[in-house]
């Protein structure tokens, strides 16, 4: 039985409810990617949230609809894919920080310049220059191609942690992993597993 594609209506939850049920999801962007080992949650209320202090025009693909994509440079250097949640207005969204690539490996391989699948997509910087991300899919709807988004075909555990590289909010338990996956961005904590955030 095929996986499901991802609706808008998917996304439309909090953000870090939605964050969680991508873990063991499929993305490909133009038929290359992989499992959705970790994530992280950002939402308005958030002081570390691109959407804290409302919309501008580099984020105003953050503030919906949902089901979009969010696609912001880090450091001026590197490409960062998140996904759009909560009605239009809000202000949310979820950071992709690592795949298990099993598609297109070898176009992740020369795009990256590396063979070692674990480090391929180990971060959102890496993931967005293996997938081959650039602003111009800021905004583009997560089902319509190049993007694909496919429901995890089981429940999964999920590991909760506190985010990474940020200074405000830090306590907020909202990085979710695949527990024991070897292709997360950085170990997690606590080795618990929630069904809740």
Known sequence: MAARQLRAQDFAGDSHGVAQALIGATLLV???GGVIVETEAYDMAD???HSFSGPT???QAMFGPPGRAYV???YGIHWCLNFVCREEGHGAGVLIRALEP???I???QVRRGLDDLRLLCSGPGKLGQALGITHDLNGHRLDREPLRVLAAPRDVDVVTGPR???SKAMDLPWRFGLAGSRFVSAK???PTSKSDP
């Open 30 to 32: 133009d038929g290359v």
């Open 47 to 49: 002081p570390a949230s």
């Open 57 to 59: 025009p580099r984020n």
């Open 72 to 74: 912001y440079r880090s």
């Open 102 to 104: 099993t598609q297109g």
């Open 106 to 108: 070898e176009r992740m």
């Open 164 to 166: 990474i590289g940020i």
């Open 188 to 190: 997690f904590r606590s």
